[in-house]
């Protein structure tokens, strides 16, 4: 069975941190390319950074390059993204998600987990 638990969200002033983490389990993630997706009330689901499963590159969307940084330790099975600077308009359930073998700009994911709020106050 399959799973992705996120963890770390919570609630943070603006200009604050947050660490968030994905630990996952059942499926062989030194071949997963993980992504992390946020959705905010009343708007879609974007994809705002990406870890190539062999280390080939990441992605980050224009509103989080250079404050979102993406990382993974296949040794734990889990991804992390690092948020400084945080803003309000990053407020979001934030959701990790895997892609066997898949290219780091895509977004087409296979599994998911069930997503971490992060709150930003101004």
């Known amino acids: 069975q399959v799973q992705l638990v996120e963890s770390g969200g919570g609630l943070v002033q603006t200009g604050g941190s947050l660490r968030l983490s994905c630990t996952t389990s059942?499926?062989?993630?030194?071949?997963?390319?993980m992504g992390w997706f946020r959705q905010a009330p009343g708007k879609e689901r974007e994809l705002v950074a990406a870890?190539?499963?062999?280390?080939?590159?990441?992605f980050y969307s224009d509103s989080v390059k250079g404050r979102f940084n993406i990382s993974r330790d296949n040794s734990k099975n889990t991804v992390y993204l690092q948020m400084d600077s945080l803003k309000p308009e990053d407020a979001a359930v934030y959701f990790c998600?895997?892609?066997?073998?898949?290219?780091?700009?895509?977004?087409?994911?296979?599994?998911w987990g069930l997503g971490t709020q992060v709150t930003v106050s101004s």
């Open positions: 998600a895997a892609r066997a073998l898949g290219v780091v700009h895509t977004r087409l994911y296979d599994f």
């Open positions: 059942g499926l062989t993630f030194n071949s997963q390319t």
């Open positions: 870890i190539h499963w062999r280390g080939e590159g990441t």
